[in-house]
């Protein structure tokens, strides 16, 4: 009797259970604000497809800044129903990343419904981009052109759609819509018009002027990831007054004890490479003039001398320049150093610097020898005030104390420093003072604490 009772009882939670399913609201994801000013970011790589279902704090990609990659966490639990970008697309904050149906209530469900009536309309005519149609056929989406075609029809007023298509894949190219509004005359000829076929009509030819047409399009670079950042940075730099000082380190006694210390790294599993050697100098240089591992404020009232030395690394990646540093490199032993740059140099080839890694730097030093230059003019990172470029390490002929001519191992130094607050004799100075510690490591070892 009480299951009889019962049955109907479950059925009917069956059936409310199934209509709320059909309820599930879908939610726009939104990319929330992540901190210091950026408004944008590049999705590097997707933990999440469509169909899949997430619960809070799962991780759903990775996205990375002009500073840093972060990952982004889920704030609800429901199934994925679309990413709203590809990898390396450009994703703005406040805009949806993916969307998400999601179990259990959600405020704001009208209005979300609304935003997907206007986002109808341009995805059609955006999936139509991806497609090799002809350009002037108009019912099937947008044009295909590139940013800098588009740019010139928009100045001319000429309808993309109208304009015949003469590139690869029914694209419209620069040519095309300047033939469109009379500019250039002729019809469109291919490359291989220009080559005559009798010999008489070849010699002509080649007294007349050559007509060249590109080999390929122009390529259409966007400015992501690390070079966005290099942007906005040297943008300030260009603000700074530059005092530049060369000079050139006689490096036999560095030579000579990175050889002896090689055997012990390596049983340490460390990797010791000279740059270790130069940023300890630099740091023991710097305990003896602080103003260089300083920062400036943005009104000029004040310089910061900073009490650790956060000495930062100019990094070629696959990504472009980044500039991640070593903390508190007056504490940290040679060795230590090396350990750190290790972690450093691999994290920043596989693009996964944490902002951690890229914040907080106090002076900075670009091993430009590893390329091959000599001598180099390094732009100050600001807000810091100094910056020192290294160059390779040659073996040439010197003259000894004694005017005796011998080979010897020599790396070029350029400083740059910031002379609105920075004067030449301090750079100068200080430049010595780092000279004698790699020129005799000895001294080095009596400053060690």
């Given amino acids: 009797g009480m299951l009889s009772l019962l049955r109907p009882l479950t059925n009917t939670c069956r059936a409310i259970h199934a209509s709320?399913?059909?309820?599930?609201?879908?939610?726009?994801?939104?990319?929330?604000?992540?901190?210091?000013?950026?408004?944008?970011?590049?999705?590097?790589?997707?933990?999440v497809k469509v169909g899949d279902r997430v619960a809070q704090f799962d991780q759903l990609c990775e996205v990375q800044s002009d500073k840093a990659t972060v990952t982004i966490s889920s704030r609800y639990d429901g199934v994925i129903t679309k990413l709203h970008y590809k990898v390396d697309d450009v994703a703005r904050v406040g805009k949806?990343?993916?969307?998400?149906e999601v179990e259990g209530e959600v405020e704001g469900v009208e209005e979300v419904k609304e935003e997907k009536k206007e986002i109808a309309a341009p995805a059609a005519s955006a999936a139509s981009e991806g497609a090799a149609a002809p350009a002037h056929a108009a019912a099937e989406g947008k044009a295909l052109a590139t940013p800098a075609v588009r740019r010139v029809a928009i100045e001319n007023n000429v309808d993309l759609s109208k304009v015949s298509a003469t590139g690869r894949g029914g694209r419209v190219l620069k040519e095309d819509v300047l033939r469109h509004i009379g500019q250039i005359t002729g019809a469109p000829s291919p490359a291989s018009t220009n080559i005559r076929s009798s010999p008489a009509a070849g010699a002509a030819a080649s007294t007349a002027a050559r007509v060249f047409a590109p080999l390929s399009e122009d390529l259409v670079v966007p400015i992501r990831g690390y070079t966005r950042a290099m942007v906005k940075s040297m943008t300030e730099a260009l603000k700074i007054p530059h005092f530049g000082y060369n000079d050139e380190f006689p490096v036999d006694g560095l030579v000579s004890v990175?050889?002896?210390?090689?055997?012990?790294?390596?049983?340490?599993?460390?990797?010791?490479?000279?740059?270790?050697?130069?940023?300890?100098?630099?740091?023991?240089?710097?305990?003896?003039?602080?103003?260089?591992?300083?920062?400036?404020?943005?009104?000029?009232?004040?310089?910061?001398?900073?009490?650790?030395?956060?000495?930062?690394?100019?990094?070629?990646?696959?990504?472009?320049?980044?500039?991640?540093?070593?903390?508190?490199?007056?504490?940290?032993?040679?060795?230590?150093?090396?350990?750190?740059?290790?972690?450093?140099?691999?994290?920043?080839?596989?693009?996964?610097?944490?902002?951690?890694?890229?914040?907080?730097?106090?002076?900075?030093?670009?091993?430009?020898?590893?390329?091959?230059?000599?001598?180099?003019?390094?732009?100050?990172f600001a807000p810091q005030v100094a910056i020192g470029a290294i160059g390779k390490m040659q073996l040439l002929p010197r003259y000894d104390t004694h005017g005796e001519l011998r080979p010897s191992h020599i790396v070029n130094v350029s400083w740059a420093a910031d002379h609105r607050v920075v004067d030449g004799a301090t750079m100068a100075r200080f430049s010595n003072r780092m000279r004698e510690y790699l020129e005799h490591p000895a001294k080095m070892l009596a400053m060690l604490k």
């Fill in 258 to 380: 990175r050889k002896e210390l090689k055997g012990l790294a390596k049983e340490r599993g460390i990797k010791l490479s000279y740059m270790p050697f130069f940023i300890k100098a630099a740091s023991l240089g710097l305990l003896e003039f602080p103003s260089l591992n300083a920062t400036v404020d943005k009104e000029l009232e004040n310089v910061t001398q900073r009490a650790s030395h956060n000495v930062c690394l100019a990094m070629d990646t696959p990504g472009g320049l980044v500039v991640p540093c070593i903390k508190h490199c007056e504490q940290r032993s040679v060795f230590e150093i090396a350990s750190e740059l290790e972690r450093l140099t691999e994290a920043a080839r596989r693009q996964q610097l944490s902002r951690e890694d890229l914040s907080g730097g106090t002076f900075t030093l670009s091993n430009i020898g590893a390329i091959g230059g000599t001598y180099a003019s390094p732009v100050i």
């Fill in 20 to 47: 709320a399913a059909l309820r599930f609201p879908v939610v726009p994801f939104k990319l929330s604000d992540i901190g210091e000013g950026i408004a944008e970011v590049q999705v590097k790589e997707w933990h």
């Fill in 96 to 100: 949806a990343l993916l969307d998400i």
